[in-house]
DNA sequence: AATGAATGAGCCTTCATTCAT
DNA sequence: CATGAATGAAGGCTCATTCAT
């Protein structure tokens, strides 16, 4: 039945995923994959086409999450920082309900260029022209300063946001709770915002 | 001559970082950087002991400079704004005059856990607190705010750096000049410290 | 199947053997023994863990006999003559059954102490100290002269025994017949205990 | 200077005794016995051709002694006890003033068929015979028991011999003076002659 | 003569992938 | 569908030997 195979081929997935984030991609061996699904090693190719595209599914599941949020957020014509926000939610609650996922986002898709094929490299540019847009649209409507590029504000926003969770992969440290997370959420966003210097009459969040 | 054998050291050194910023740590093998280098394959275990010694030669080059940079700090006496834009300062230095190693930096050591030695990840987390450190200095002087933990300023604060590092990285690109390289140095701390809201009366610089 | 299993690891020992036999361990390549058992290199992998595990394996596969003799030995409390004997027979039955593992014992065990493990060496030390017992009894029995140490006789009992082997390897030379292999049993035994002297009236064997 | 020659290149000999004698032949590189010998390592091709020449005059050095002392016992007339007590003094003579050759006799020349060169293992059967001559003449003259062949007291002889060296060799004992080394010698002779087993009347040495 | 940098063939081992059952 | 035995390309490392200085 058909459905019987997309489950075992999601239990292959998330195996995948555990032991990836474990051992890195490169020191990931099929047969760990398949040990850890509590399969034969063979059986994995009755499902996935190889290793490589293995990993590339996992890539197409971070970045196909990613890209439906962004169209949803275009959609629903919200305000800038209520988008940065929805992204920022996005990272964090991933890294809530799929915390390998979002691990191996940052520690293998992330940054190494060495994984990176160019249909890949593609993702990357073209979610950091979508975060672009989104900071040139704040910059035309006077909410954000526009004496530097929209990249400068990008590279700042996404930088932020992405070591959050890299800190929290790096020490394998885990939300207690959603309010934990909206904190953390609330807070990358007003320091990205507000800026880390102290004022006199502290800046109204948006 | 000794003189000699480091100088070969030096190139062989140099010719592994620019093959692994190319192909990665793990694919590259030591016959590419032999080529690279335009030595025979056995020699580079006349100055390296094997592949794993020479990668920890190229991670030590990173946070040895990196440390030093921040002892010298820590002597200096230095304001917060000033500490913060010397470690901008070395990143992008170092981006500018040896940009492989910075590459590397941003692929293989920042992120991937699975290159990490215990060892490793302890230089990681030193860093991260001497920044820390700095925040907190910065709060307690009443200049930085401190409605978040100090952690939260340090995440934003590297953060943004490195990814304005990743993001010539991954678009090799390069400064076109001293000059921009200070452009960008200033816009990422003012980004940093000031937010990226605009406000009526732009905030002094410090 | 497990059997199947067992079959297929015996049959590449045996091929290791015979390949070993021939060039020596050191000179023996994983590919040789591969291609004498008829599999690719790659498979020999799955049966042993590494050159130096197999080559343990049959070291093992030696004492695990030898000692497994003289423990039945103790326990069937025979006269010494006998006990003699019976050490006898299992050097020679083995060259007997399975030349290629007594060979390997002569050229790559018995001797050579750089492929000699500390725990390698005791076994030696063991077997040795198990026939000087022998040789003690039978002192203080009054059946084996006692103007030497038992030291003295162990060596010489060990060390024909050994040589008859090892010129028998040297030539490659096989037994006729179980016949043969008695007479040279009984030989060996005889010429031990009687020495090579004649005497007016012979020495009656024991 | 040829002397100088000389003496330089024996230095390597000795060096490469020790290094051999500790790690055997296959583990010693050429490195180790250029360091154990104070030079480069490139000087030793100045003195021998090559690592499988130095080993074949390591060889040759112990055989051209044996086979000296065997044409001198011919020449000499000597009885047949005589000429096997010379043969044991000159393997534990050689143990006692050279122990390394001895050792790397035992180790690597006396069994190892795979360090055995077609040439070398001439120089085997060559000896062999030689002592089974000895034990022809031995038997013919009615001083020898004729009711075995000659081979097998060969093998008992030099077999009870070796094993003496090698279990010296195996504990790197040494002999305290020369009186034990005599002790042992006229030990090794009685036994093989007279037997282990203890007689009414003990039997008189030769 | 002496040095040690340089070379590269050789070999062990790993592991993705295939395939017979 | 499921298994795991079998394959063999790939790559790290060693070390005897050569050779420029």
Redesign the interface.
């Known amino acids: 039945m058909d459905r019987e195979r997309q489950e075992k081929q999601e239990a292959i997935f998330q195996a995948a995923l555990r032991v990836i984030k474990e ?5 990931t061996r099929m047969a760990d994959i398949a040990k850890e699904a509590g399969i034969s090693y063979g059986l994995i190719y009755h499902y996935f086409p190889g290793k490589g595209k293995l990993f590339e599914a996992i890539q197409e599941r971070w970045w196909g999450g990613l890209f439906g949020l962004m169209k949803r957020i275009e959609r629903e014509n919200l305000g800038v920082p209520e988008r940065l926000r929805a992204v920022i939610d996005y990272f964090l609650g991933t890294y809530y309900e799929n915390p390998e996922l979002a691990n191996i986002f ?3 898709i ?6 990176l094929s160019p249909e890949r ?1 593609r993702h ?2 073209d979610f ?1 022209e979508m975060i672009q847009k989104v ?1 040139k649209e ?1 910059q035309s409507l ?7 590029p929209s ?3 990008t ?10 969770i ?2 929290m ?2 020490v394998d440290q885990k939300f207690k709770d959603l309010a934990q997370k909206e904190k ?1 959420s609330r ?2 966003l ?10 006199e009459f ?2 109204e969040g ?1």
Chains 1, 2, 3, 4 share one sequence.
């Open positions: 051992k890195g991609f490169h020191k940052i520690t293998e992330s940054r190494s260029t060495s994984n490299l990357f540019k950091m900071m704040g006077g909410f954000l300063r526009d004496d530097f990249r400068y504000l590279y700042m926003f996404l930088g932020g946001l992405e070591t959050f890299s800190a992969v790096l953390v807070g990358i007003e320091i990205f915002l507000g800026g880390a210097m102290k004022r502290p800046v948006p």
